[in-house]
């Protein structure tokens, strides 16, 4: 019931946002969707990712793309091409689609080939192999650890990759430009400084429990790390970008990003020279279960470290791109003026 | 009462997308998300109460402290150039200092 | 023991539900932005704590209990913060109130029936 209440509200939204000309809006009904996904995920039980969700789809996001439509418009580009052949491709598509789901087995049937493979290992021997009351972080950081090792690089590549595109820093006119903005804007807004700073350290204390708790509910590194940089960005965005740079050091949160993937990677390395095969956790200790605890508490931290200063540095890159735009316009109008 | 309480802030939800989507000015619809977010702690609470699995409290918290800094974002985000209150908007527009 | 708990959380809970329902009438029916948030932001904040207590009375663990404090907590000091916020930047911004405008309107038209 709930379900069938919250994948109508999804379509209803989905159906919105693609009727929208403007952009504002639809980031804003983008992040009624990301809600509502997340509360789907809940109601579907699966916490781990209704976790992500919430902290990626509805916060993260959101701030990233209004940073982007306030430096290139709010009005959606009128497109020329007729759409007609499109839709018929998709039509087709989609029909073909639905037609294949006919011979899949029912939703939920308990003999379904994906409930047959390995979901009763997992199920059933995790407690004893891993020893990790969360199945979700058993199978994320043990059993397929070579899988989030693949995500947790993904994350990386994107950092560098809005490094190298973005970062403002290059050029020295720039550099003297940019730490010559003052951007603390929120000067007259009290109120909201002072909730902020009562809320800062309850978030980055909140995101050290879901790090550390990921082990036995819901939450991990990658939660964990996407709250503590939601924290910061919190910081920079009320205090002003120059007095965040200040109070984090870029260079050291690359260093830091750089190093979470070498946390992880060298996990897998230690385990190989311990004559285990790559990311076996068994042989890191001579328990096997303390060794898996240390192997998960490892990675899980690299994991964190990589997601939280790879958010970080996007969002420094796109809101010092903004800044310096902004900067260049008012420049021009004063000369205008 | 649980079950009642869910239907109560689904209809709320409703409601909530309902302003989000037509919502004339861009405030409005902020507006809109902020109270969706809201009711959106409250719903997983309430499931978390319904499905017997109170661990979901933990996202309950996770939604509240994002909420307040993605409506905080819009907010600092909005001062730009680009999301000046726009005369067609409907409303009179008045003049920075 | 049993009984009082459970009628008092539901007598919460049903508050708290009405809070909730009324704030989003508000929100889709009120004329203008102001009186919307001024609905949404009161009945909200009002609503959410109602229903965090009728949820208080009923939980059994502790730990639940003090999670739900928790967000009650959060409730507390987030909605009014943000509906503050929210009211200053669209006022900044130059939305003003729509009893406002139509002063304004009357005046001019006054002034310039006037001229």
Redesign the interface.
């Known amino acids: 019931m ?1 379900d069938i ?1 919250l994948l109508t ?1 999804l379509v ?2 989905a159906i ?1 946002i693609i009727r929208m000309k ?1 952009l ?2 639809v980031v ?2 983008l ?2 969707y990301g ?2 996904s ?2 789907f995920f ?2 579907m ?1 699966a ?1 781990d990712v ?2 992500t969700e ?2 990626v789809g ?2 993260i996001s ?2 990233l793309m ?2 982007v ?2 430096m290139t ?2 009005k959606e580009k009128t497109n020329r091409h007729k759409p007609l052949p499109a839709l018929c491709i998709v039509l087709i598509t989609g029909g073909l689609l639905i037609y294949g789901t006919f011979d899949m087995p029912h939703f939920g049937a308990a003999d379904a080939p994906i409930h047959q493979h390995v979901a009763p290992r997992y199920i059933n021997d995790s407690m004893a192999e891993v020893g990790v009351p969360n199945i979700v972080t058993s199978v994320l950081a043990s059993y397929r650890a070579f899988d989030t090792f693949g995500e947790v690089v993904v994350i990386f590549t994107a950092g560098i990759g809005v490094l190298t595109l973005l970062s403002v820093a290059r050029r020295k006119e720039d550099a003297e430009k940019i730490s010559s903005i003052n951007d603390s ?2 000067e007259q ?1 009290l ?2 400084r002072i ?2 700073k ?2 800062i350290p309850f ?1 980055f204390l ?1 995101a050290l429990y ?1 790090q550390f ?1 990921g082990d036995f ?3 991990g590194g990658f ?1 964990a790390g996407v ?1 503590f940089a ?1 924290a910061i ?2 910081y920079a ?2 205090f002003g970008l120059n007095t965040a740079r200040k109070v984090i050091n870029q260079t050291f949160i690359q260093l830091i990003a750089a190093v979470g993937v070498l946390l992880y990677g060298s996990v897998g390395i230690v385990s190989l020279m311990n004559d285990g095969n790559f990311f076996n956790y068994n042989v890191l200790a001579s328990d096997p279960i303390a060794g898996q605890h240390l192997g998960i508490l490892l990675i899980e931290w690299g994991v964190g470290c990589t997601v939280a200063s790879v958010m970080m540095i996007i969002f420094f890159s796109f809101a010092g791109r ?1 800044e310096l735009h ?1 900067h260049n ?1 008012r420049v021009k109008n004063q000369e205008s003026s | 009462m649980l079950i009642a309480a869910t239907l109560a802030i689904f209809v709320a939800m409703i409601l909530a997308i309902i302003r989000g989507v037509i919502g004339p000015t861009l405030y409005d619809r902020i507006l809109a998300v902020n109270m969706f977010g809201t009711k959106t702690v409250l719903l997983i609470s309430l499931l978390g109460f319904v499905m017997g699995r109170p661990e979901f409290l933990d996202i309950a918290i996770v939604y509240a402290l994002i909420n307040f800094i993605s409506v905080i974002g819009v907010l600092r985000y909005s001062d730009t150039n680009q999301f000046k209150h726009s005369p067609n908007d409907n409303e009179s527009l008045k003049k920075e200092p | 023991m049993d009984m009082i708990i459970t009628i008092s959380s539901g007598f919460f809970l049903l508050i708290g539900s009405f809070l909730c329902f009324s704030g989003a009438i508000g929100l889709l029916r009120f004329p203008d932005f102001y009186t919307r948030m001024h609905a949404v932001g009161v009945t909200d904040t009002l609503g959410a704590g109602m229903i965090l207590v009728g949820l208080m009375i009923i939980s059994t663990d502790f730990l639940v209990f003090a999670k739900l404090a928790m967000v009650l907590l959060l409730t507390l000091l987030i909605g009014p913060t943000t509906s503050h916020v929210l009211a200053k930047a669209a006022f900044h911004n130059g939305l003003t109130p729509k009893s406002l405008s139509n002063q304004e309107k009357n005046n001019k038209e006054i002034s310039s029936s006037n001229t």
């Open positions: 709930i209440i509200l209803v939204v919105a403007d504002f809006a804003m009904l992040g009624i809600l509502l997340a509360s809940v109601a039980d916490v209704a976790f919430a902290a509805a916060g959101t701030l209004l940073v439509i306030a418009g709010r804007m929120h807004h109120v909201i909730v902020a009562m809320l978030i909140f879901v708790h509910g819901p939450g939660q709250i939601a960005i919190l965005m009320l903004l902004q316009e």
